[in-house]
């Protein structure tokens, strides 16, 4: 592997987005997650497949509609895989309700709310653009001030106007 990374060594990085710091994680090359607010500096660890992952982030804040391309390094149950894919069928700029994704996926909308909530890399599986019937919902698995300013950036950055 390039820059000598092993294959199974975990590398991390961040960066300063318009919403906040954004900690990334890989591993072999491939994205593990992505984590708002890391605990660690944003001046992180660098290598090619994080500057990769990284400049394709900052493309999403120029344009929302960017499509991501790299591998994902994913370990979910079959039905949050499912959800997630289901995420990635929503366009930025509109939102689904947790009850209407499942009923799509004939489910509970706590199931998929506890999908979303185990998705490891946002914004790129774009769990924000789900909210709850009567108003925003959570943002990575809580509903922390932080959070849900996270949430309506990047709803905001979409050109969603809830």
Not at 1 to 29: F, H, K
Not at 37 to 48: H, I, Q
Not at 99 to 115: E, K, S, W, Y
Request: proline share 8%; net charge positive; charged share 20%.
């Amino acid at each position: 592997m390039a820059g000598g990374e092993s294959d199974d060594a975990l590398v991390r990085g961040a960066l300063q987005t318009p919403c906040g710091p954004l900690g990334i994680t890989l591993r072999g090359g491939r994205l593990v997650s992505l984590e708002w607010f890391p605990e660690w500096p944003v001046a992180g660890a660098r290598s090619p497949a994080l500057v990769r992952i990284a400049d394709q982030i900052r493309a999403y804040f120029r344009d929302p509609g960017v499509r991501f391309r790299y591998r994902l390094d994913l370990s979910a149950s079959l039905f949050c895989l499912r959800v997630w894919g289901a995420l990635l069928t929503i366009p930025p700029g509109q939102t689904r309700t947790y009850g209407q994704l499942a009923r799509q996926l004939d489910a509970t909308p706590r199931a998929v709310a506890a999908a979303c909530r185990a998705n490891p890399c946002p914004i790129v599986i774009p769990c924000h653009r789900v909210v709850a019937q009567d108003g925003l919902g959570g943002y990575g698995g809580g509903r922390s001030p932080a959070l849900l300013a996270v949430k309506r950036c990047l709803l905001r950055h979409e050109g969603w106007h809830g």
